[in-house]
């Protein structure tokens, strides 16, 4: 049986259909089972923060992994220590919780709201409502499902867990009509991923930011796949000059071994209690020693700073090819190396990622009939150059 045929036979189909099997990978460029080459612009979907098997990675998980590869919660280990200082150093005074996923930092941001909503009110189900953003995407478990205003996402799994609300993202008025002090937290996206690339608006952060503080609920942002330095800086959030009160992260952390985290600024650090939350791989001693050698990379590289600069040499292009082909391309949108082209409405995504592939560029559809380019941070511009090369040719031939 070929690979497609087993994953036919015995791989349950949630997934749509596939027409490219991956065997390995170098930096920016991927291979198929045929030998065939792609450049990888759409990053495991924001993951390989630098890129495939790159050295320091590499080295960091094979020594980790002849040490001390999981040891549970039970016990304490130096690597999840020092990572856990590192993001406290990084993003600002606090403590951290550590998980495998997006969707499960969500949850335990969830979990954090309700605590606050409990502490607050004094007793349960009083303080416990979260606001979200339509068009928002957390994650895909019971939790983060009920966070993720999106029909075809929540179809199947009613009743969802209850408490959500949502506002238009950017419009700080339509939080406002929903806001009372049963509000324990709202969660945001600093730069809407999975719907089509849409930053926010400083001024919507900030208003959303003192409605908080005026109902005493918690800011939380979901920095799962614009955050660890895809924006340009370390944190999106810090791009708009507002910090929340927690925050998540995950894809992007590990560059490719799963990993996801919490922040929670130093005022809420305390909320969880002995046995209130757990995870029996979260915060592994392999995770953390390869997120620990992301963030050196990112660090001694400056590859934040390359994200800044490779994204405007992306845009740049891109903003050209969509003027060059305005009856198939509406605009470009994004931050940093987090860019997404939107087509217009006779063209579809999809079939521009098929056409994209066949060039030999791999991307990302996402909502808005969008693609998104997501490639490492540490991309050179040779292969951002490349890129445009070969989205150009997809575009002429759709
Ligand atoms: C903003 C955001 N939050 C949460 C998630 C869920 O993360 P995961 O797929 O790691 O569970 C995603 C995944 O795309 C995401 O983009």
Redesign the pocket.
Known sequence: MTTAEKYKKYVIGNYGERSITLSKGKGCEAVDDKGKKYLDFGGG??VLSLGHANGAWLKALERQAAKLAHCSNLYMHSPQADLAEELVGIIGQGKMFFCN??????EALIKLARLHGLKVAGEPNKKYRILGAKN??????LG?LAATPQEKIQKGFSPLLEGFDFGEYNDVASFEKLFDDSVAAVIL?PV???SGVTPAEAKFLKGIKALCKKHNALLMF?????GVGRSGAFLACQKYGVMPDAL?M??GLGGGF?I?AMWVSKKYADLFWPGSHGTTFGGNPLACAVALAVLKEIKSKNLAANAGKMGELLRGGLEKIVKAYPQKLKLVRGLGLMLAVLFQDAYKNTDAAKKAAENGLLLIPAGANALRFLPALNVKADDVKRALKLFEKTVKEL
Do not use: L, M, Y
């Open positions: 979907i924001a996923s997006g969707t499960e930092a969500n928002a995407f957390h994650g895909r478990t983060a996206e809407q991923g999975e979901d920095e799962v796949q614009c998540s995950a894809k799963p996801g």
